[in-house]
């Protein structure tokens, strides 16, 4: 697919019914596909070090299971950006080393993904401006404030390739909506996969969204990283194997 930048409203019509479709009907006491993570929450046992950072460092870091978030209590007037799905932590903590005046928050439920950002947000002197949500985004993005993030990341998020199971891809109508209420208007929502249909879906579903505008003006914008956009472990070995990513950039309007 090449998208055209100039057509806001293309977009493929998506695999299940709409972009946001959020898969069949729910039971009563069954929370909607778009709502539920699937996934693995612990990959190989954790080493005494890692195991040593998530008893030390992460009940410090962590945000609270419960009550209202106030992210002006935790980090002040900074500007917060959020990363959905950080995986071993590279691209949160080279944006934290790298724009000194922001705070992050860092949401990843694979343990072993938390162990390594901890240990880059150690090595760096950054974890007085991170905070970690090691659990799904969804209950996060109920709790945050609105309008209270400035920019926010899902880099590489599971494309779940196999259309039966496209209703449990992270990015719906129902999530997006999530988003547009915390972000701020005028934040910038990036996002980025190595897998073509996800890209055409990530379109669809943002370019029918009334809330997000596509910054791209031509093939550039989404086949190059911008140089404050770093490659993350997967992507770096995704690109070894030859396979293309693909990098969006939407604003909150």
Request: hydrophobic share 40%; charged share 25%.
């Amino acid at each position: 697919m090449t998208p055209d930048p100039t057509n806001r409203t293309e977009g493929p019509p998506s695999p299940v019914g709409g972009a946001g479709d959020p898969g069949p009907a729910a039971g009563a006491n069954r929370r909607p596909a778009a709502d539920r993570w699937y996934g693995r929450g612990q990959g190989r046992p954790l080493r005494p070090r890692q195991q040593a950072l998530l008893d030390e460092v992460l009940p410090a870091l962590a945000l609270p299971q419960t009550g209202p978030l106030l992210l002006s209590d935790r980090f002040g007037d900074r500007p917060v950006w959020l990363e959905i799905g950080c995986g071993g932590g590279e691209h949160a903590a080279w944006q934290l080393a790298h724009t000194p005046d922001i705070a992050l928050i860092a949401c990843e439920p694979f343990v072993n993904g938390i162990a390594s950002l901890l240990g880059h947000a150690v090595a760096d002197g950054t974890t007085d401006r991170l905070a970690v949500w090691p659990a799904p985004a969804q209950p996060l993005l109920e709790r945050i404030p609105d309008a209270s993030i400035d920019r926010a990341f899902v880099l590489f998020p599971d494309p779940w390739p196999k259309q039966r199971h496209h209703k449990r891809r992270f990015v719906q109508a129902r999530n997006l909506d999530r988003l547009a209420r915390v972000l701020r208007p005028g934040a910038e929502l990036r996002l980025a996969t190595d897998h073509t249909d996800y890209l055409e879906w990530m379109l669809a579903a943002l370019l029918a969204h009334p809330a997000f505008q596509w910054t791209a003006r031509g093939p550039s914008d989404w086949t190059q990283r911008p140089s404050d956009w770093p490659a993350t472990r997967y992507e770096q070995k995704a690109a070894r194997d030859g396979i293309v990513s693909s990098y969006l950039r939407f604003l909150r309007v």
